[in-house]
């Protein structure tokens, strides 16, 4: 999946995260995070998101997100809103 | 069992707070919108919110309701697409109309239902009624798919149809409420009352509510944590209520393990509709908390 | 290194602390000797106490490098007292001194700079905030901190351990020769509690006022026998920081919830019954309780002997009311708390060796039958953590909190089973504050767990028909939401120790990597 423009999802309202994604010329998916939670969960965050990245195709973009203490299921909808809106891409293969 | 449904409460399905806690506050119901309150530019990202939540939340014994856009707004189809997959208890359709709305969504649902393999018919909806053409369509909107198992009255956009505003009283709702209910016990399914938008109105709230009991209702939508109790309070029988159903339910055990047909008390026939009542009363005092099952053997 | 009473490692000596005692069992420690007291002194008669700043105040108390000096914390977040009187130190030149307030809030961030040039190098309160409480965590302060209770803190004092050199309290109201009280004047904050017991047993007392009364103000809560110099100042604090109004009823569902079940579990408990004593603290779940309690009072016709602890304007109704005989105050909490502490007599003052010292002939936590507490973390085996954040960070206050739950018959703690991610029902806390075994019930937003030590509350609430999760179950639920943790790393060094009430450790916080 190619990032075509920044894309933006999600808040900084407490257990919300908002998640910038945006094109990147080098490889990979750097991301840049700040949360309340650094210590306890910041490693899984970057990994949760970098994951839903990769489980769609993007092979390169840049992501800063604000976390405000969101759980998983929150974080990859927000990370799930943001690629498609970067992506100019509104069918989502939903899963059963 | 008779499931209740005493309290829907409305969930704004853009916040993830409220999305990990609602099912916390004690309502029979959780109702979560993709509708009226999430803004045209988040319909995308509510949707992969709640659709997300009901992947992975544990919502316990609390029914799950997720209402979608129209199937005439761009965002009904994908909404119907996401929530059939993510299978929340029941699915609201908002400002149904007609009976052809409903027959629309069902084939809809099926042609999805197929394709993940899930039993044709297997998914429940519900439908909201929010215009006096609805209104007056209520018995056809009520029997339209086996899908539906409840239909629930809107005030808002209705009155304003009716080019009147809502009274304490609510006599300008009487003839679309009694209609609506009529329609739902007609087709033997649940009839939900509208929001009570004034959450800081206690006693407005309760008058409502004890109005929309008496009338018939199974019970009525919620904007706040706050109403849920006072609903459930209304809702609970009343001693003398409850120890009558009691000893109904007593009478058809012993029927029962006669083997008679014939359900009898104190000398007079129990019919259907006593019967009925009697097991709605019970369960309605069981969540109560005012009554406990081991109680009937003491 | 040894394990103490709730498995925690425990070294035997603390470089900057010596000897290390380690805890127990609640009521372990059996102390002996006599209580300290102030030096003796010869004022001679009609002479003025009243001096022009606290620059004079420090120089004519010949407070010098070493020493230890004080300050109370009835002025909250508003309070300008210990910034003022530590940059006049830091002015005067005077190095390594010990500061042992009652505690310290967000407004003593001001604190960390006289760290850093060495004029503070010892620290003991109940609570230390952001951002004192992040700088002592990474390392700042070259000793330990000792964080104590209010009752471990006057009974440090009270026996002598902790010896006040000069005390410098804030009052709201005061005459010249050094009576003074709390609830009037612009600053009023109420009930003087904590100041007591340093004004009864501090070497040197220094009273520091923005309203300077005539002679005599009455009634007093700290007494010219006490008393060696006052100071008028412009402001000793900011009135919105000290006390509002009156705390608010919170409208938070979720507090209301918590609330709600805590009420299901008083009700249950069979403590509550005519005559029964109560304390809880200022947050919004309990506070809610309060309220719903006094309908509960009316319906059952259920009349309480006390309240207790810091006061607010919903346990003075409850004394307006005739529901409680009477209320036992070490800090009001609101401007209606204050008000009613200064014309009721049944609403009565006490200092915090009354209230809760442990080595005295019995304080007043010895009489609780309900209490309400808070909690940051709380663990399987109910160890209570009220002083570090889930990532290790110091940032609150020990306050009351072993006290009371060592005293009461019916300790429960309120508190949401998920803040900010952080799950609060964990296998270990970050430190250890309040030992499990003095706590008897757990109420959370998703359910109620009965510490199995009490048998009996378990037995109670079945027969109520209350639903309860055993503490691994409501665990594992806040888990499932969360996720676990990443373990949190620490450095070896010991940034601070947290005492138990009696003086024994309790635990101990390693600086945050």
Redesign the interface.
Known sequence: MEIKKVGVAGTVESSDINIVIEPSDKKGIEIELQSTVMKQFGRQIKNLIEETLKSEGVESAVVRATDKGAIDFVIKARALTALYRAAEINEYSWEA | MVKLRRTMMYVTGN???NI??AH??GSDSIMFDLEDSVSLKEK??AR??V???L????YGNVETVVRINGLDTQFGR?DL??M????PDIIRLPKTETKQDIIDVDNMIGEIEKQ???EVGSTKIMAAVESPLGVMNAYEIATASKRLVAIAIGAEDFVTNMKTTRSPEGIELLAARSNLLMAARAAGIYALDTVYTNIKDDDGFMDEVKLIKQLGFDGKSVI???QIGMVHKIYTPTEKEIRNAVRVVGAIKEAESKGSGVIALDGKMIDGPVVDRAYRVLELAKAS?VY?EEEQND | MTKNGVGREIPSYIEGIGQIKPYESPFSVIPEGNKAGAKLKRPLPHKNKLIDSIEEAVIKTGLKDGMTISFHHHFRNGDYIVNMVMDVIAKLGIKDIRIAPSSLGTCHGPLVEHIKNGVITRIESSGIREPLGTAISEGILPNPVILRSHGGRARAIESGEVKIDVAFLGVPACDDYGNANGFSGRSACGSLGYAMVDAKYADQVVLITDNLVTYPCLPASINQTQVDYVVKVDEVGDPKGIVSGAVRNTSNPKDLLIAENAVKAIMASGYFKDGFSYQTGAAGSSLAVTGFLREKMIDQNIKGSFGLGGITSQLVQLLDEGLMEGLFDTQCFDLVAAESLGKNPKHFEVDAGFYANAHNSGCLVNNLDILMLGALEIDTDFNVNVISKSDGYISQAVGGHQDTAAGAKLAVILAPLVRSRNPIIVDKVTTVCTPGETIDVVVTDYGIAVNPLRKDLIENFNKAGLKTYTINELKDIAEKLTGKPDKIEFDDKIVGIVEYRDGSVIDVIRKVK
């Open positions: 916040n993830p707070a990990m806690e916390l506050y995308d990202s992969f919110l659709y997300n939540a992947k992975t939340m544990d994908d697409e996401a059939v997959r993510a299978q993940i393999g899930l706040h944590p706050r908390g406990k």
